[in-house]
């Protein structure tokens, strides 16, 4: 997870973002959580895109179990964040709901983020 992220570092969609300032794995859960945050608080009014996606799965061996006997069991998956990526963004909002929106959805997260907007 060294160095800035190379892609997906403007906004192509909305005009507003939540960008990442630190690097991380952000889970399934979080996003669905951030997503939900943002629904509900926008009232399903403009769009929303989102620009990560949790393709990595991550594995854990059961507490109590002795060394070796294998990898452990999937037990979620999770995007890989590195700074300067864009989360999520937003459009056909006034800014201060656009604002508002991204804040609560950032406090889901388990990264530093900051709110952009276009021009």
């Not at 952000?26 to 926008?42: F, G, M, N, P, W």
């Not at 109590?64 to 069991?73: A, D, I, L, P, Y």
């Not at 964040?81 to 604002?99: D, M, N, S, T």
Request: net charge positive; aromatic share 6%.
């Amino acid at each position: 997870m060294a160095g800035t992220e190379s892609r997906a570092t403007r906004l192509n969609f909305g005009d507003f973002g939540l960008k990442s300032e630190s690097c991380g794995w952000v889970t399934a859960t979080q996003i669905e959580a951030a997503r939900k945050a943002i629904v509900h608080h926008t009232k399903r009014e403009g769009k929303l895109w989102m620009r990560i996606f949790p393709d990595k799965s991550f594995t854990k061996k059961p507490a109590g179990t002795r060394m070796g006997s294998g990898k452990g069991e999937v037990v979620g998956y999770v995007a890989v964040v590195k700074p300067g990526r864009i989360i999520f963004e937003l459009g056909g909002l006034a800014p201060a709901a656009a604002r508002l929106a991204l804040l609560r959805a950032s406090a889901k997260l388990a990264i530093r983020t900051r709110i952009i907007s276009r021009g």
